[in-house]
């Protein structure tokens, strides 16, 4: 995904095949993606919106456990990918006493349609 897209991100249900025992969310630890992750378990949206501190690889792990009284954990570990927007060129050309502004974007980042 990239800086200003919208993700949806939905867990699954808490499963334990123990029909006794209640699955309990222990911890989610974002890496630092909590920044931009809004939301309460198990649906959030990943919405990245600054090209300065909202890009990178984020490798997040869940923690969820049961209530028997000799606890079980399981760990789920993933990664999300936010890249930056492409660069943008600008140029400034000054005529007639205005400023008229275009932007280039490298051909890499444009779809031809």
Known sequence: MTVQDVKPLIFPELYDPDIEDTPILESIDWKGADLFIVGTFPVYQIMPKSNDTDYGDF???????DDNPSI?????KFRVTVYPLPPVDFVFELENNRSNATASFPSEFLNET
């Open 72 to 76: 079980n954990y399981a760990t789920y």
């Open 59 to 65: 490798n997040m792990t869940i923690t969820v456990r």
